[in-house]
């Protein structure tokens, strides 16, 4: 899981969407949870990244968050909530969708 985490901040955004595919089960997710810096590198994806890119590292954060009120902490310390809103305004639906779902999994923690 490090090593997928460490090529996403690379730029690989590829790995973006394994990352996306892992956090759909509870042994994906609790590995990913293990690793501190993952929610910083996921934020970067959604600041830096390209369209299919954020709609994975939505994806993943909101699986994460729905999982551990820590990576929600560390989401909403990190800024994700501000991103989220600004992302309400994108033009892709899938990327305003999830952040429309991701904004209410951090406003229940």
Known sequence: MLILLKVVELGLERAVEVLGLLAKCREGRQE??????AV????GVLVNGSCRGVQY??????????????????????????????????NDE???RSAASLIQVLKGK
């Open 94 to 96: 899938k990327i305003k």
């Open 57 to 90: 590292a939505l994806l993943t954060l909101n699986s994460l968050c729905c999982d551990s009120e820590r990576v929600c902490l560390e989401a909403k310390n990190e800024g994700v909530f501000d991103i989220c809103i600004g992302l309400l305004e994108d």
């Open 40 to 43: 910083e590198i996921l934020v």
């Open 32 to 37: 990913m949870v293990k690793y501190h810096g």
